[in-house]
């Protein structure tokens, strides 16, 4: 079945620490996009990728970093400089000039301690 | 700034009830898409339904249909014969076509399925 997978499901730090959430799809998708998401609100992004190679900054890209190196992955780091980083992350991922309807994983809850 | 308004922070409906669950957005774009998505306790977020804004017809996915007001900038998601299984955070969405597919999202109504 086709779909997006986010390793782990919960993942625990220590603050100074980076971390890196896993983010892979078998959909054939262009995009990609990673979302943060704090209790009680909405969506945030944090970054996005059209094509291989190629990512820009969403709306808090401050403390994280990504790369996309093959169009199937699309991993995010959260660095130390990521001042709040305890929240539910978001990989999704859609077909460009379709719709654009976002597919999304089962998401990772990051908690910085 | 483009933004999505969802004013009813939680509402809660009866089985087999109705409920009708509000969504108002802004752009100046004229060719953009809107989503209502479902995000259930298990956190796991999927689409319900889609609105293309150059069509009129508004959308029915089964018990699911929306209320597309263009010149309004609303977009409200009635649920029809709701079920216990209904019960989720739904986000409201618009994509811009020519913003690389970045959606903005609402902050989420909270539904509640009394039995």
């Keep these: 079945d086709g779909g997006i997978t986010q390793s782990p499901k919960y993942l625990f730090r220590k603050e100074g620490q980076n971390v890196t959430l896993s983010c892979e ?3 054939n998708h262009d995009a990609m996009y990673w979302y943060r998401q704090d209790p009680g609100q909405g969506l945030r ?5 059209q094509i291989v190679n190629d990512f820009q900054k969403g709306d808090i890209a401050e403390g994280y970093s990504v790369s996309r190196e093959k169009k199937e992955s699309f991993p995010l780091t959260v660095t130390s400089a990521q001042k709040n980083p305890t ?3 978001l990989c999704a991922s859609s077909r460009q000039g379709l ?3 976002q597919y999304f994983g089962p998401g990772t809850r990051l908690t910085v301690t | 700034a483009q933004t999505v308004t969802q004013s009813q922070p939680e509402m809660s ?10 969504c108002t957005y802004d752009t100046s774009e004229s060719d953009y898409y809107l989503f209502w998505y479902k995000q259930p306790p298990s956190r796991q977020m999927i689409l319900v339904i889609r609105q293309e804004a150059y069509k009129q017809q508004n959308a029915t996915e089964n ?3 929306v209320n597309f007001q263009k010149a309004a900038k609303s977009f409200s998601l009635k649920i029809s014969d709701s079920q ?3 019960a989720a955070m739904y986000f409201c969405a618009y994509v811009v076509s020519t913003n690389a597919g970045k959606s903005t999202f609402g902050d989420g109504t909270t539904l509640t399925v009394k039995p």
């Design chain 2, 63 to 65: 018990r699911f249909s």
């Design chain 1, 25 to 27: 799809q078998n959909l």
């Design chain 2, 13 to 22: 409906v009866q089985e087999a009830e109705t409920v009708t669950l509000s």
């Design chain 1, 87 to 89: 929240a539910f992350y």
């Design chain 2, 84 to 86: 216990l299984g209904d």
């Design chain 1, 45 to 49: 992004l944090i970054y996005y990728s």
């Design chain 1, 99 to 101: 719709y654009y309807e």
